[in-house]
């Protein structure tokens, strides 16, 4: 990540389009490497942890299973942020979205 962050500061000072252009492109590669790189990171989190809450279950202990179900929910939880109805209006609160 930090040569990502790098590269876009680099990218700020150059004043040439040709550079601004190679610079970019460089940029977007860094910036898929590292978003890839998280995202297998996140998986391989979440392997180990249904890894640990199988064997969990296999020994009967569901104080630990539901902390280790509670985590793996919570990793893949999406928060909507704001959603458009049919008119086009933006929806920020829960229960307007839900209305929806």
Wanted: with cysteine; hydrophobic share 30%; net charge positive.
């Amino acid at each position: 990540m930090g040569e990502r962050r790098q590269i876009k500061e680099k990218l700020g000072r150059v004043r040439s389009e040709r550079l601004k252009e190679l610079k970019r492109e460089e940029y977007k590669r860094k910036d898929k490497e590292v978003k890839a790189s998280a995202q297998a990171d996140k998986r391989r989190m979440i392997d180990r942890i249904e890894e640990e809450a199988q064997s969990t279950a296999r020994s009967n202990n569901f104080r630990d299973l539901y902390r280790l179900m509670k985590q793996i929910v919570q990793a893949n939880t999406n928060t909507v942020t704001a959603v458009r109805d049919k008119c086009g209006k933006l929806l920020m609160n829960e229960e307007e979205i839900l209305q929806r």
